[in-house]
C-alpha cells in the first residue's frame, strides 16, 4: 500500500457548486417546493437522496414519490452548464504536484459517470490520476463514507497515510469516520470556521493556496 491524496471534486477542482445549488433550485421549484437557495447550498455534498431529505424534511410521512423525477430535474438543468465548467484557479497544478511528490491522486467523486468524465476533462490531468469513484460505487453517499473507501481500494492508498481534499463540511465529516485528515477549501462557499469546526485539520482559500503551502501542509506528512 502506498501513501495518496484523496480529492473530491465538485466545487474542490472544479468550480460547480453554486451551478448545482441553482440547477436543485429550479428543480424543486418545478414540483412546487421553493425553498430559499441559501439552504441548498448548505447541503450540497450529501447524495440526491440525502439532499432532499435534508431539505423537505426526513420524516416517515414525507412524500417521497417525486425525488427521482426531482433528480432528473436536477441533472438536466446542469448539464446545461457543462460546456461552460471551468477549474477552480489551480487545480490542475496543484494535482501534479502532489503526482510529483511519489503520492498517488485518487479523484474520490460522488458524480454520475458521464459527469465525472466531464469534469475530468475540465480538469485536464488523467495522466496523473492513479484512481476515480463515481456514484456507483458508493452504497450511501456523503457524509456517509462509503465514497472514501472506495477511492482507497481502488487506488491501494493506505488510510494510515492518506489525506482528503474537499471543500464541504460534508467531506470533512465522511473523511472523520475514516480516521483521515481532511483539508478544507473554502471556494466551494463553505467558511474556513465552519469546515474546521466540522474537524478539518487545514483551511485554504482554494487549490492555488495549497499549492502554495503544500511543503507546510498536512499532505507533507505523508509524503
Not at 502506498?2 to 468550480?15: A, H
Not at 452504497?139 to 477511492?151: G, H, Q, V
Given at each position: 500500500?502506498?501513501?495518496?491524496?484523496?480529492?473530491?471534486?465538485?466545487?474542490?477542482?472544479?468550480?460547480?457548486?453554486?451551478?448545482h445549488a441553482v440547477s436543485w433550485w429550479e428543480a424543486l421549484r418545478q414540483y412546487d417546493h421553493d425553498v430559499p437557495m441559501a439552504l441548498?447550498?448548505?447541503?450540497?455534498?450529501?447524495?440526491?437522496?440525502?439532499?432532499?431529505?435534508?431539505?423537505?424534511?426526513?420524516?416517515?410521512?414525507?412524500?417521497?414519490?417525486?425525488?427521482?423525477?426531482?433528480?432528473?430535474?436536477?441533472?438536466?438543468?446542469?448539464?446545461?452548464?457543462?460546456?461552460?465548467l471551468r477549474q477552480l484557479p489551480g487545480a490542475a497544478d496543484l494535482v501534479r504536484a502532489v503526482a510529483a511528490r511519489d503520492l498517488a491522486v485518487v479523484l474520490a467523486s460522488s458524480a454520475k459517470k458521464a459527469e465525472?468524465?466531464?469534469?475530468?476533462?475540465?480538469?485536464?490531468?488523467?495522466?496523473?490520476?492513479?484512481?476515480?469513484?463515481?456514484?456507483?460505487?458508493?452504497?450511501?453517499?456523503?457524509?456517509?463514507?462509503?465514497?472514501?473507501?472506495?477511492?482507497?481500494?481502488?487506488?491501494?492508498?493506505?488510510?494510515?497515510?492518506?489525506?482528503?481534499?474537499?471543500?464541504?463540511?460534508?467531506?470533512?465529516?465522511?473523511?472523520?469516520?475514516?480516521?483521515?485528515?481532511?483539508?478544507?477549501?473554502?471556494?466551494?462557499?463553505?467558511?474556513?470556521?465552519?469546515?474546521?469546526?466540522?474537524?478539518?485539520?487545514?483551511?485554504?482559500?482554494?487549490?492555488?493556496?495549497?499549492?502554495?503551502?503544500?511543503?507546510?501542509?498536512?499532505?507533507?506528512?505523508?509524503?
Open positions: 500500500m502506498k501513501p495518496g491524496v484523496l480529492f473530491d471534486v465538485d466545487g474542490t477542482l472544479i468550480d460547480t457548486t453554486y451551478l441548498i447550498h448548505r447541503g450540497i455534498g450529501m447524495g440526491s437522496d440525502k439532499l432532499l431529505d435534508h431539505l423537505l424534511g426526513e420524516g416517515e410521512d414525507r412524500d417521497r414519490s417525486a425525488d427521482e423525477e426531482m433528480g432528473t430535474a436536477h441533472d438536466v438543468l446542469y448539464g446545461a452548464w457543462w460546456e461552460r465525472l468524465g466531464k469534469l475530468r476533462q475540465v480538469l485536464g490531468a488523467d495522466d496523473v490520476i492513479t484512481a476515480a469513484t463515481s456514484s456507483a460505487d458508493a452504497e450511501e453517499s456523503k457524509p456517509a463514507p462509503d465514497i472514501l473507501e472506495a477511492a482507497l481500494a481502488q487506488s491501494d492508498v493506505d488510510p494510515a497515510r492518506a489525506v482528503y481534499v474537499g471543500d464541504s463540511v460534508w467531506d470533512v465529516q465522511a473523511a472523520g469516520k475514516l480516521g483521515i485528515p481532511c483539508i478544507g477549501l473554502v471556494c466551494g462557499g463553505t467558511s474556513s470556521a465552519e469546515l474546521l469546526e466540522a474537524g478539518a485539520a487545514a483551511t485554504y482559500e482554494n487549490p492555488a493556496a495549497l499549492l502554495r503551502d503544500l511543503d507546510a501542509s498536512p499532505i507533507a506528512q505523508i509524503a
